[in-house]
């Protein structure tokens, strides 16, 4: 039975047309993609901060000796209370010229809001809104409202790039995310700011899904993997880039606005982004598809033989193929009928959510390690570079299985050692971590091409759909996980430590896709792999 993976060496699998594809439009789009998932780290900033006293201020000009004398000690009297001040005549103990305050004096809440230390975050939503204290944790229910989104996002999306293909897909996610993003830096409130967040949310990671499928069926398969390795490297540039952004413009309106500004520009140039023929040959829209590929042939100056015309004879249109003969529209409840295919889809999913989770987690965590954030951040991306390449020779010796397998062990029991380390030792933790990050990032990346691989073409955006709503339902609770960080700055890390170790131990079970023909239908999914099992799930290269 032919296969649409046979016609690329004819057309070419990776020619002129492919590379100013991938290097102009679709894997530029992957960076600004990263700016909107990480920014909002660092736009909820919280700097030091105390009780303002209006009274104190036409008093005593001095802002030192203010706060010296109108907030109480903290307790072990190294610094200073954040949500509480003294509640006396002011007038009077100026004129009484007392210049320190009494213990004894009654306290109250910070009624007339906050002054905050700006040399440490010059301008953030938290200072804008006065989100401390008892709002102190609405920046991570903030960060919830981002992840929210994505539920909803993946799905709608994934039904989108299935139904109406990957170009209009593409179109309606970076409106989206142009829109909200832009909304949310006029933010009037919190409220406000919060909902657009939700709608900016809808877009992550809908939107890497989608460039990197299209990247993904525009290639020949041989290239699958330098493919996933080239779109990490892409990604993990723009989060190197946004540390810089981000320490170079600290406010964080106009940050907003200039991470946003990117993705106007590929509104404009879509229009010169084809429609992927594997997804054309699955809906069978069979003359698009040859023109398409005629005009990636032309560009990648390649003759064709008359018998090229004969795409109607590939795989799925062969009687096996009942779901593209007969224009079935694949749901959702397709990937569970048959026990190999559900067992997949299970494994598949939580070993993204786990992935996904762990590496999120992780960055979202970089900026509260070690003595400067932006650093620290820049630090994490950086890791996974070497992530990247070690991956690059692993998945091309030993497939997808095994480095995965052995990946996730790494990243899980290094977040577990932290608990062993004392909670001073902030280099030895950061050291850790790192090595961690290293590990999840290069996991991550195989996991993207080992699910693309082994999802049928003909329903791998919706399957990838499923198990990306999977690890968008964990990270709406993520943010709440990294928060109590603030208290034990070990203890994250153990929690993503145990979800990795296991997810690398259930990987076993799933089939290796390395040099294998992918599965065109649903069909052919449930066939591929089904003779394995947990018995004899050692056996990575089967």
């Known amino acids: 039975m032919q296969d649409i993976d046979d016609y690329y060496p004819h057309i070419g699998e990776y020619g002129r047309f492919q590379k100013i594809l991938l290097w102009t439009i679709l894997l530029p789009i992957l960076i600004p993609s990263c700016f909107t998932t990480f920014n909002q780290i660092f736009m909820s900033d919280v700097p030091n901060h105390w009780c303002r006293v209006p009274d104190l201020e036409l008093l005593l000009n001095d802002s030192e000796k203010r706060r010296m004398l109108s907030i109480p000690l903290a307790e072990g009297y190294n610094n200073y209370e954040k949500c509480w001040r003294y509640k006396v005549n002011w007038t009077e103990i100026i004129r009484e010229n007392i210049s320190l305050p009494n213990a004894s004096w009654p306290v109250e809440s910070c009624i007339d809001g906050w002054e905050y230390n700006t040399t440490e975050v010059s301008s953030s939503v938290a200072i804008d809104f006065d989100l401390v204290c008892n709002k102190s944790i609405y920046p991570t229910i903030g960060l919830s409202f981002l992840n929210m989104g994505g539920p909803l996002g993946i799905f709608c999306f994934g039904l ?23 909304l949310s830096a006029f933010a009037p409130n919190i409220v406000f700011w919060m909902i657009t967040r939700l709608f900016l949310g809808t877009t992550i990671p809908a939107l890497y899904h989608i ?71 699955a809906r069978n829209h069979h003359k698009e598809a040859v023109k398409v590929m005629k005009n990636i042939a032309r560009i990648n100056k390649r003759q064709l033989k ?77 890791v996974e570079i070497p992530g990247n390449l070690l991956c690059k020779y692993m998945m ?135 003779d394995l099992s947990f018995s004899n799930c050692w056996k990575f290269l089967k």
Request: hydrophobic content about 50%; charged content about 15%.
């Open 396 to 530: 091309d010796a030993w497939g997808r299985k095994l480095p995965i397998f052995v990946l996730m062990i790494i990243s899980g029991v290094f977040c577990i050692i932290t608990v062993f380390l004392p909670k001073d030792a902030v280099i030895a933790i950061m050291v850790i971590f790192l090595i961690s990050k290293f590990a999840i990032s290069a996991s991550f990346l195989i996991m993207y091409t080992y699910a693309g691989e082994l999802y049928p073409t003909d329903a791998r955006g919706l399957g990838l759909a499923v198990s990306a709503y999977c690890s968008a339902v964990g990270r709406v609770f993520l943010p709440f996980v990294t928060y109590l960080g603030s208290d034990d700055l070990a203890l994250p890390l153990v929690i993503l430590g145990i979800l990795s170790v296991i997810g690398g131990t259930l990987s076993l079970r799933l089939p290796e896709t390395l040099n294998q023909s992918l599965p065109q239908t649903i069909a052919e999914g449930e066939e591929f792999g089904k």
């Open 160 to 182: 989108i790039n299935d139904r109406f293909g990957r170009k209009f897909s593409l179109l309606v996610c970076l409106t989206v995310t142009i829109l909200s993003n832009t």
């Open 211 to 281: 460039v990197f499928i299209l990247a993904l069926e525009i290639v020949g398969k041989k290239y699958r993997t330098w493919i996933s390795l080239m779109s990490c490297f892409t990604f993990t540039f723009g989060l190197m880039a946004l540390s810089a952004i981000t320490y170079l413009i600290p406010h964080w309106r106009y940050m907003t606005i200039l991470t946003a500004a990117p993705f106007s520009v590929y509104i404009f140039v879509l229009c010169f982004i084809p429609e992927s023929p594997r997804w054309l040959m």
């Open 306 to 382: 008359d018998s090229f015309m004969d795409l109607k004879d590939m795989a799925p249109l062969q009687s096996g193929s009942l779901e593209c003969s007969k224009k079935k529209n694949i749901n959702i409840l397709d990937f569970f009928r048959s026990p190999n295919m559900r067992m997949k889809t299970i494994l598949i999913s939580y070993n993204w959510f786990v992935n996904e989770i762990v590496y999120i987690g992780l960055s979202y965590y970089s900026p509260s390690l070690g003595s400067e954030k932006h650093l620290s951040f820049f630090l994490s991306a950086l």
